[in-house]
């Protein structure tokens, strides 16, 4: 697969915080998807975008399919205790997905 | 209710022993995918089958072994040569695996540890 850098690694959310995360790549892609994983479980598909430039939203979450198509940033709106878990990005070239290592999202004490 | 199973949830074994790891979909989905995660990674494909009794190696093949004998089932057999086993192992669907098709649904994983 491809190789996917997502960034931050962590971070700490406090509730009614906006986050953002995102995800680049050396190379191009024709699909992006956003994942969200609790622990212990398989990952939920939260937002798939299909064109260069698309932005759209799913409730609380933003994301985008960068113009580069090398790229894609998820926003989380108002955040709330539930969004704790780990977000991965995924790139789609032929019929395969290239995972991101993820972001952990924890709520700040 | 249409969805991925995998059975069963946490599975052990002892080094020198092929397991096979459980994978079913009732979504009508062409396509299925295997994957391995292991802490602070991404997920790596193993294995994917785009039709019946056909699939590919992915990235991590060796190892591993697979079957695509019905649409609905694609069990991934950990054999001992895999040196590394232990991980959470998840089995994923999408409607095809053309192009046209891009979004993977996954079913709740399998952790196995190897001792």
């Known amino acids: 697969g491809q190789q996917l850098n997502q960034s931050p690694q962590s971070m700490f959310i406090q509730e009614g915080e906006d986050v953002s995360m995102n995800c680049t790549s050396s190379?191009?892609?024709?699909?992006w998807l956003w994942y969200k994983q609790d622990p212990g479980e398989g990952p939920v598909l939260l937002i798939a975008?299909?064109?260069?430039?698309e932005l759209t939203s799913n409730g609380r979450l933003t994301a985008q399919f960068g113009i580069t198509r090398k790229d894609s940033f998820l926003n989380i709106s108002a955040s709330i205790p539930s969004d704790v878990g780990i977000y991965f990005c995924?790139?789609?070239?032929?019929?395969?997905?290239?995972f991101g290592a993820g972001t952990t999202v924890t709520v700040r004490a | 209710d249409g969805g991925i199973t995998q059975s069963p949830k946490y599975l052990f074994r002892k080094e020198g022993q092929n397991v096979t790891l459980s994978c079913e979909q009732n979504?009508?989905?062409?396509?299925m995918y295997w994957y391995r995660q292991d802490p602070g990674q991404g997920l790596r494909l193993i294995y994917y089958?785009?039709?019946?009794?056909?699939?590919q190696k992915g990235d991590i093949a060796e190892g591993y072994s697979v079957s695509r004998e019905k649409k609905e089932s694609f069990p991934l057999t950990v054999t001992s040569a895999q040196k590394n086993p232990t991980a959470f192992y998840l089995c994923?669907?999408?409607?095809?695996?053309?192009?046209?098709?891009?979004?993977?649904?996954f079913g709740p994983g399998t952790r196995l540890t190897v001792t």
């Open positions: 994923a669907s999408s409607i095809d695996g053309s192009d046209a098709s891009y979004e993977q649904y």
């Open positions: 190379s191009i892609f024709n699909t």
């Open positions: 975008l299909y064109k260069a430039g």
């Open positions: 995924a790139g789609q070239l032929w019929a395969q997905l290239s």
């Open positions: 979504l009508n989905h062409d396509a």
């Open positions: 089958s785009q039709i019946v009794n056909d699939f």
